[in-house]
């Protein structure tokens, strides 16, 4: 096929996802929301009570709170490093040429939960893997924005999940939350060791969950370790983001460019949202 007009098809669809703003959080959702639970206010901002909030998990380029803030235009109520048991990290979900070969996504390991059963088990996480990030408490304006942002349900699916919180301090914090049990005292697990309730995002298509990964670009990995940083995830899960980034990772790819690019425009504008 003629590649300029591909470029044609493909260049305003991608920027029309990237303004997309889901019109009813319901609508995506399969289920409805859990209660909400505020996760440690490593990183807050005051909030209105009255309005309904989200529990997020990100572990992708939403890690950076930049991105969060500076390109997409949202202002997250808390956030803290947190980590995901019985998941994987994948780079499942296909890009394309012009921007980025693919992007990350998490799937459920072999014991793990899956969208129908979102427990988590003291036997499950020991012997099964994990997936750090961020879990951000967004209020539902901004949650719907980052559902149409990034394309849900078509290169997205909403996957309820539980996740562990904890206070990074790039060392080994996560990997201790991982093992605790008990405690309500609200600072890295819930009771039960169960941690909190919230919503990440999967591959959208059954043949990605199923199929190879994509390896990503310097560029995109490079914003990950960027957020993995900031928050001061488990130093063992950075080291395995940045050996990625070593043998892995093709080269090109726009993410930190247009991370950069949004940071510009921000400090112009005096962040006046």
């Given at each position: 096929?003629?590649?300029?007009?591909?470029?044609?098809?493909?260049?305003?669809?991608?920027?029309?996802?990237?303004?997309l703003?889901?019109?009813?959080?319901a609508h995506?959702?399969?289920a409805?929301?859990?209660?909400?639970?505020?996760?440690?206010p490593?990183?807050?901002?005051?909030s209105?009570?009255?309005?309904?909030?989200?529990?997020?998990f990100?572990?992708?380029s939403n890690?950076?709170?930049?991105?969060?803030?500076?390109?997409?235009?949202l202002?997250?109520?808390a956030?803290?490093a947190?980590?995901?048991?019985?998941?994987?990290?994948?780079?499942?979900?296909?890009?394309d040429g012009?921007?980025?070969?693919?992007?990350?996504?998490?799937?459920?390991?072999?014991t793990?939960a899956?969208?129908?059963d979102?427990r988590?088990t003291a036997?499950?996480?020991?012997?099964?893997?994990?997936?750090h990030?961020?879990l951000?408490?967004l209020t539902?304006?901004?949650?719907?924005?980052?559902l149409?942002?990034?394309?849900?349900p078509?290169?997205?699916?909403v996957?309820?999940?539980?996740?562990?919180p904890?206070?990074?301090?790039g060392?080994?914090?996560g990997?201790r939350?991982l093992?605790?049990?008990g405690?309500d005292?609200?600072n890295?697990?819930g009771?039960?060791?169960e941690g909190?309730?919230?919503?990440?995002?999967?591959a959208?298509r059954?043949?990605?969950?199923?199929?190879?990964d994509?390896?990503?670009?310097?560029s995109?990995?490079k914003?990950?370790?960027r957020?993995?940083?900031?928050y001061?995830?488990?130093?063992?899960?950075?080291?395995?983001?940045?050996?990625?980034l070593?043998?892995?990772?093709?080269r090109?790819?726009?993410?930190?460019?247009?991370?950069a690019?949004?940071?510009?425009?921000?400090?112009?504008r005096?962040?006046r949202?």
């Amino acid at each position: 096929p003629d590649q300029s007009m591909s470029r044609r098809r493909v260049v305003p669809w991608l920027l029309s996802l990237a303004l997309l703003r889901a019109p009813d959080v319901a609508h995506a959702l399969s289920a409805s929301p859990p209660p909400p639970q505020t996760p440690p206010p490593l990183s807050s901002a005051s909030s209105s009570s009255s309005s309904k909030c989200y529990n997020y998990f990100a572990y992708g380029s939403n890690m950076a709170s930049a991105t969060m803030t500076a390109l997409r235009g949202l202002r997250p109520l808390a956030s803290s490093a947190a980590v995901l048991p019985d998941h994987s990290l994948r780079f499942n979900v296909p890009g394309d040429g012009l921007l980025e070969p693919s992007w990350a996504s998490v799937e459920p390991t072999a014991t793990g939960a899956d969208d129908g059963d979102d427990r988590v088990t003291a036997n499950a996480l020991m012997r099964c893997g994990a997936v750090h990030g961020v879990l951000y408490r967004l209020t539902e304006e901004d949650f719907s924005r980052v559902l149409g942002g990034e394309g849900v349900p078509f290169a997205y699916r909403v996957h309820r999940c539980r996740v562990l919180p904890y206070e990074g301090d790039g060392g080994e914090a996560g990997k201790r939350a991982l093992l605790r049990r008990g405690g309500d005292d609200g600072n890295a697990v819930g009771r039960n060791g169960e941690g909190f309730r919230a919503y990440t995002l999967r591959a959208g298509r059954e043949g990605w969950r199923t199929g190879p990964d994509v390896p990503p670009s310097a560029s995109y990995l490079k914003v990950l370790i960027r957020g993995a940083r900031e928050y001061k995830l488990d130093r063992e899960y950075t080291a395995e983001l940045e050996e990625m980034l070593g043998l892995r990772a093709r080269r090109g790819g726009m993410a930190e460019i247009m991370l950069a690019t949004a940071e510009r425009f921000s400090s112009l504008r005096g962040d006046r949202r």
